[in-house]
């Protein structure tokens, strides 16, 4: 009996202590994180919010450009703001346009992660590029530095025509239940015709719903038609490494 009552004891004292280890946590005692990083364990993918608004706003370029102040070598412009993660302070998503100093090396499309902190400091977490090459399974692989005939590359210009506005949003027209609005043009692929591939918001039609990101895949022949080939959900915090 006493020998029972000594195990009931010490089970407690462990739960007790595993309980209090639990409860203090970066984010929890109101702490910023060292080194200006990201308060650790909250750096998980799926922490993050997606904007309802992905313009570029006066205050979001102003913490883009103190984020990105100094980095040599590449310029990179902000074209969309993507989203956002709590932590001790924030964490600001970036789509952006990569231009080397070398006028020789073609441009790229990325994601820039940022950190700001309760004083309103901002440091850069990682700049990624952004994969758009489709795979078979629905992953996407990263865009060829130097690649075939046929191959992907990054758009020249994140833009486009009025015209080719009209006809992607019509391929796109056949997603019921959804919404999507084009936020940048990112890559192209010259087959018989043309894929292109399309960053996209996208709103589910039903009351108080989640945005969400997707890279959408427009395939149009060479009379000028446009069909939808596929959509891949973009995971906007899949690409950030802490303390990069």
């Known amino acids: 009996m006493k020998r029972l ?15 209090c280890k639990a409860e203090k946590t970066p984010e929890s005692d109101g702490q910023a994180p060292a080194d200006g990083q990201p308060a650790a364990g909250v750096g ?21 450009d103190k984020g990105m102040a100094a980095l040599l ?23 952006v346009k990569g231009t080397a100093v070398t006028p020789t090396l073609p441009v790229s499309y990325g994601l820039a992660y940022l950190y700001e902190d309760l004083q ?4 850069i977490l990682t700049v990624a590029n952004l994969p758009i090459v489709p795979n078979e399974d629905g992953t996407l692989a990263a865009v060829p530095e130097e690649g075939p005939m046929g191959a992907w590359y990054y758009a020249e210009d994140p833009a486009f025509t009025d015209e080719d506005e009209a006809k992607l949003e019509k391929a796109l027209q056949s997603q019921v239940g959804a919404s999507y609005t084009i936020v940048a043009y990112l890559g192209e692929q010259v087959v018989s015709g043309l894929n292109r591939c399309l960053l996209c918001q996208v709103k589910p039609v039903v009351p108080n719903a989640q945005p969400h990101y997707a890279l959408a895949y427009v395939y149009t022949d060479l009379q000028g038609g446009a069909e939808l080939s596929r959509i891949i959900d973009l995971d906007i915090g899949a690409l950030c490494e802490y303390g990069a």
Do not use: C
Request: charged share 15%; no cysteine; glycine share 12%.
């Open 120 to 123: 309103g400091g901002v440091k």
């Open 73 to 95: 070598g590449v310029d990179y412009e902000a074209l969309g703001y993507l989203g956002s993660q709590v932590v001790a302070g924030k964490n600001h998503v970036f789509l």
């Open 44 to 64: 998980m993918t799926g922490g993050w919010t997606p904007a309802e608004d992905f313009s570029v706003t006066e205050e979001r370029q102003a913490i883009f």
């Open 5 to 19: 009552l000594i195990f009931a004891l010490a089970a407690v004292l462990i739960l007790t202590a595993v309980a």
